[in-house]
């Protein structure tokens, strides 16, 4: 499993929602210069994020994005496989994969399930909050 730019960056944002914007909506621009991502990259990451009910928008003079929730609230599992679509060490574990002709003598699936296991365990306790306060 690699977690990609786009997982990385919107965990990166949503941390920096957390830190700059507890109570007001942040700029895109602003945003984008202290992680330093391009604003059409960010762009496309933050509609992710809005699509899937992390942040809230709103437009305007005082318009930007701002976390739906307190950081507490937030897994960095769910973050990461909204934004990846799985987490899955290996493709016959991904969700709605196809069952495998082989897995009933796979000798490996046992250990691709609990490494599986683990990562979900691990990124599923693991708050935005837990990160920015650097308890991991």
Known sequence: MMISTKGRYALRVMID???NGSESFVSLKAVAERQ???????EMI?????????????????????LAKTPSEYTVGEIL????????????LEEGAENCERADACTTLPLWKG???????????????DVINRKV
């Open 46 to 66: 933050v509609s992710i994020l809005n699509k899937g009910n992390m942040v809230c928008s709103q437009r305007g003079k005082a318009g930007g994005y701002k």
């Open 36 to 42: 330093n991502i391009s604003m059409k990259y960010l």
């Open 81 to 92: 496989r909204l934004t990846e679509g799985t987490l899955a060490p290996v493709m016959c």
């Open 17 to 19: 929602l957390a830190q």
């Open 115 to 129: 490494l599986n296991h683990v990562i979900d365990e691990y990124l599923n306790h693991v708050t935005l909050d």
